[in-house]
């Protein structure tokens, strides 16, 4: 009789991947998991960039915007202290008509005025309408009450000095006088009867 090793291990072959159905292993193979977390990752990646290409479209739009506003806005000071200067060559202008209209000072100061004119229109700056509009207190700076015109109450009557706007922001508003609702003035005569009953009264 003979008696075994107690030592002696039986080995197994060892296989480098997963055994088939056949007992072959399969090479290659990726486990379900792992694909998933790829997944995973890839579409939060993609989420990623659309979320900052959004960004950079909404960054860029904000940049133009700004650059825009600031180009319309740089003369704004400058336009602003002109208008005295317009103020001035109206008031001389409206002094004139008694001249000779061919007068070579005459026509050097028309001359003048429209070419401050055109270069502040060029840089956006129009005249407020004032005179038959509704008053805005954004526009307009009421300076009288006119109770002695039809026009309807809260209607612009009189333009005492003109006001100007740049790209739709006012340089100066304009000072004016608004239509207001005509004071009613007690009848005289129904005053004196009103008087004769409550003595009557008494």
Do not use: W
């Not at 008509?97 to 004119?117: F, I």
């Not at 009450?145 to 809260?154: E, L, M, R, V, W």
Request: negative net charge; hydrophobic residues 40%.
């Amino acid at each position: 009789m003979t008696i075994e090793d107690n030592n002696t291990t039986t080995e197994t072959p060892e296989t480098d991947g997963p055994i088939g159905s056949a007992g072959e292993p399969q090479a290659g193979a990726t486990p379900v998991d792992e694909i998933e977390s790829l997944r995973q990752e890839r579409d939060e990646l993609r989420d990623r960039l659309l979320r900052a290409q959004a960004e950079c479209a909404n960054i860029s739009k904000r940049l133009t915007q700004q650059h825009q506003n600031a180009m319309k806005t740089a003369g704004l000071d400058l336009a602003r202290s002109m208008l005295s200067v317009l103020d001035n060559l109206d008031r001389t202008v409206d002094a004139i008509p008694g001249h000779d209209a061919n007068d070579a000072l005459v026509v050097g100061v028309r001359m003048v005025r429209e070419e401050l004119v055109k270069a502040l229109k060029n840089h956006g700056v129009a005249p407020i309408e004032a005179i038959g509009a509704v008053f805005d207190p954004m526009r307009h700076e009421a300076m009288l009450q006119d109770f002695q015109t039809d026009a309807a109450a809260g209607t612009v009557t009189q333009e005492l000095q003109r006001g100007y706007c740049m790209h739709d922001r006012v340089l100066r508003p304009a000072k004016v006088a608004v239509a207001a609702a005509k004071p009613v003035v007690a009848d005289s005569d129904s005053t004196e009867r009103a008087n004769e009953v409550n003595d009557a009264d008494v």
